[in-house]
T-cell receptor, first 112, second 118 residues
Framework: DQQVKQNSPSLSVQEGRISILNCDYT??????FLWYKKYPAEGPTFLIS?????DKNEDGRFTVFLNKSAKHLSLHIVPSQPGDSAVYFC???????????FGTGTRLTIIP | GAVVSQHPSWVICKSGTSVKIECRSL??????MFWYRQFPKQSLMLMAT?????????EQGVEKDKFLINHASLTLSTLTVTSAHPEDSSFYIC??????????????FGDGTRLSIL
């Protein structure tokens, strides 16, 4: 049972444009959501997170949006840069539970 | 920010060998650390939660006698893959959270260990 889903396995975006990565979840107990960036043979690097009490969190070029009613979150990267090319994972945890459930990942390729 | 160090980064060994992987929190104390496994082109799957001073909690389907976890101090957790076989070949990653910061804090990950069993 995949509780966190990233339906797009890959995404290509022109440099300078906006990249939008999507994530859906099914567990209504999730209340904390994170995005991680991962390069091959490396551990994930934390990018940005959002608590369920918010619907938007922004950090530089990265913005995460949360739609609780739709159980959907998205990561916006603008402007996209070649160094953003990586696999992006969304992850979620439930209140009082440190365990993270990861999505399947989306490979983002930024085209120069 | 919180730094998690993992060692070794790459191990190649013969079938039947036991392999120990270390995970250290370098600039914070971690009462809890997490061990994940990632197969090629797949997601990270939580294997177990390592608890300082007590037994680890294993996820369903993970053999605790196969994957021994020891969390002897607030900055070190080890995962030992015992009598490793080719099907244990995978990418193992640990993580920890700096709960000393309060509130919701993200898990920070080590760089992972590529384990190849011949």
């Amino acid at each position: 049972d995949q509780q966190v889903k990233q339906n797009s396995p890959s995404l290509s975006v022109q440099e300078g444009r906006i990249s939008i990565l999507n994530c859906d979840y099914t567990n209504s107990m999730f209340d904390y959501f994170l995005w991680y960036k991962k390069y091959p043979a490396e551990g994930p690097t934390f990018l940005i997170s959002i608590s369920s009490i918010k619907d938007k969190n922004e950090d530089g070029r990265f913005t995460v949006f949360l739609n609780k009613s739709a159980k959907h979150l998205s990561l916006h990267i603008v402007p996209s840069q070649p160094g953003d090319s990586a696999v992006y994972f969304c992850a979620a945890s439930a209140l009082g539970n440190e365990k993270l459930t990861f999505g399947t990942g989306t490979r983002l390729t930024i085209i120069p | 920010g919180a730094v998690v160090s993992q060692h070794p980064s790459w191990v190649i060994c013969k079938s039947g060998t036991s392999v120990k992987i270390e995970c250290r929190s370098l600039d914070f104390q971690a009462t809890t650390m997490f061990w994940y496994r990632q197969f090629p082109k797949q997601s990270l799957m939580l294997m177990a939660t390592s608890n300082e001073g007590s037994k680890a909690t294993y996820e369903q389907g993970v053999e605790k006698d196969k994957f021994l976890i020891n969390h002897a101090s607030l900055t070190l957790s080890t995962l030992t893959v015992t009598s490793a076989h080719p099907e244990d070949s995978s990418f193992y990653i640990c993580s920890a959270r700096d709960v000393g910061q309060g509130g919701n804090q993200p898990q920070h990950f080590g760089d992972g260990t590529r384990l190849s069993i011949l």
